[in-house]
């Protein structure tokens, strides 16, 4: 199993630019998160979704879109590229719906920089 | 008041002590806690989750819970230079549709050979 996958790991962009940075899971998850860590900031959620079919925003949404592409696949755009979204972004996923599993497991990472 | 606070470090103790990381938050209605070791430019891996109040050991690290106190606690024995990292505690909660996690900002560790 490759657990939750990224791509791509880094990328530079212009301001303005476009680009989706995409995520996968294989272990049968219900529930895929995107974050953004900034230094000393920790992790903040930008946005999740609990299934398949559904996205809600979390606490740093503005500049982001997203698509839960199936149960595998979660996709994170941002649609005109800003300085303040120089960042590394991860993406997780947990079992979610059932029980009281909370466990999220991460991806590696990517390292976006917007000049 | 941050939902999540630990102590940003950084901490340094010699190879073989006791590490002790602490954790507070503000949400007494959360049911769930995790530490998460973070080694530098790498994503944050999970090593310890705990729901009742108490101790719980999982070989060298022990994680400690006091929901009435609203802290939780990792306690890393015999501490190794591997173990020099960021450690992250997460607190779930139910909001929305799902169920998310808040994370403090980490705290560093630094084992020192």
């Known amino acids: 199993n490759a657990g939750v996958t990224q791509t791509p790991k880094f990328q530079v962009l212009k301001t303005g630019q476009s680009m989706t940075l995409q995520c996968a899971q294989d272990?049968?998850?219900?529930?895929m998160y995107w974050y953004r860590q900034d230094p000393g900031m920790g992790l903040r959620l930008i946005y999740y979704?609990?299934?398949?079919?559904?996205?809600d925003k979390g606490e740093v949404p503005n500049g982001y879109n997203v698509s839960r592409l199936n149960k595998r696949e979660f996709s994170l755009r941002l649609e005109s590229a800003a300085p303040s979204q120089t960042s590394v972004y991860f993406c997780?996923?947990?079992?979610?719906?059932?029980?009281?599993?909370?466990?999220?497991?991460f991806g590696p990472g990517t390292r976006l920089t917007v000049t | 008041q941050k939902e999540v606070e630990q102590n940003s470090g950084p901490l340094s103790v010699p190879e073989g002590a006791i590490a002790s990381l602490n954790c507070t938050y503000s949400?007494?209605?959360?049911?769930?806690f995790f530490w998460y070791r973070q080694y530098s430019g790498k994503s944050p891996e999970l090593i310890m989750f705990?729901?009742?109040?108490g101790d719980k050991e999982d070989g060298r690290f022990t994680a400690q819970l006091n929901k009435a106190s609203q802290y939780v606690s990792l306690l890393i024995r015999d501490s190794q230079p591997s173990d020099s990292a960021t450690y992250l505690c997460?607190?779930?909660?139910?909001?929305?549709?799902?169920?998310?996690?808040?994370f403090g900002s980490g705290t560093q560790l630094t084992v020192l050979p």
């Open positions: 272990m049968n998850h219900n529930s």
């Open positions: 997780a996923s947990s079992q979610g719906t059932s029980g009281s599993i909370y466990e999220q497991y």
């Open positions: 979704s609990a299934s398949e079919g559904t996205t």
């Open positions: 997460a607190v779930a909660a139910r909001r929305g549709s799902a169920r998310q996690l808040t």
């Open positions: 705990i729901y009742s109040n």
């Open positions: 949400d007494r209605g959360s049911q769930s």
